[in-house]
């Protein structure tokens, strides 16, 4: 494993790229309304891209290893789609919940970061699973100090989660981010506090849990990347950029349009 620690000018060159990725989330909130469709909020977003921010959508085209290449430039996952969902001509209605993941490239560095929108009145069990899952990022982010070990990531995401009976999603994690997409380390949203590789100042990486309402296995559809709960409830993640500081973090996806870090009730 290679983690890499980043210098002043890739943390520079970070903080614009991050901001870039939120000021796609702040463009496109406006436009998440029932009869769109999730296919030209994905052209609305690639647009506001390549002609406003000069930047390239990193997804598309992307292509791990095993996989066949993304098709678009954002991933919008609605309802029991955990994440990767590819937008099309999904109309979405009342109700719906939908994750919107953006990551830009700017000057070869990756910002990334996904945000959870609910379309006109949602239902009490989506906009408690929203919230719980918003405070489930957070209360992972707060952990984050040189010394400190991956581990009490993963530890503080799922014990709120499971505190409230939802469960954790495991076949995806974040990770760290430069100027490469996904690069070491691997950021486990469930865990034991004090395992796992020590936090250093330099690093960069994503907090991104997946939560669901039901169970958390996953079935992954025909298409090789929308990934669905098993169970069909419903799932939600929030994303952030983050980065290791001499005493703690800072959030690098923030912007005009970032919602207010949440108050959060410590569960004895
Ligand atoms: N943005 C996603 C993440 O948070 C990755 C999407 S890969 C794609 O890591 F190919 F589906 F776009
Ligand atoms: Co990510
Ligand atoms: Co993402």
């Known amino acids: 494993m290679t983690i890499t620690i980043k210098t002043e000018h ?7 790229a991050c901001r870039l990725a939120s000021e796609v989330l702040d463009y496109i909130t406006p436009l998440v309304k029932p009869g769109i469709t999730t296919g030209e909020l ?5 647009e506001y891209m390549i002609n406003e921010q000069h930047t390239v959508p990193a997804p598309l085209n992307y292509q791990p290893p095993g996989y066949p290449p993304y098709p678009k430039a954002t991933c919008i996952s609605v309802n029991d789609v955990i994440c990767h969902g590819i937008p099309g001509d999904k109309q979405l209605k009342n109700g719906d919940t939908l994750n919107i993941d953006i990551t830009v490239i700017k000057e070869g560095y990756f910002g990334d970061t996904s945000r959870m929108f609910i379309v006109g009145e949602g239902s009490i069990l989506a906009k408690r699973l929203v919230q719980v899952t918003y405070e489930c990022m957070w209360l992972g982010i707060e952990q984050v100090q040189p010394g400190a070990h991956l581990g009490d990531i993963g530890h503080a995401i799922q014990r709120h989660a499971e505190a409230h009976g939802y469960s954790v999603v495991r076949e995806y994690c974040g990770h760290g981010i430069g100027t490469v997409f996904h690069e070491d380390p691997q950021i486990l949203h469930y865990g034991r506090p004090g395992t796992g590789v020590q936090i250093q100042p330099g690093m960069i990486f994503t907090v991104e849990p997946m939560i669901n309402a039901g169970r958390r296995d996953i079935r992954t559809m025909p298409d090789q990347w929308t990934v669905k709960t098993r169970d069909r409830s419903l799932s939600a993640q929030w994303e952030h950029t983050v980065l290791v500081t001499q005493t703690g973090y800072e959030v690098l996806t923030v912007s005009a349009g970032t919602p207010a870090k949440p108050t959060i009730a410590v569960t004895a």
């Open 10 to 16: 890739d943390i520079a060159k970070m903080r614009v």
């Open 42 to 46: 994905d052209r609305l977003c690639h």
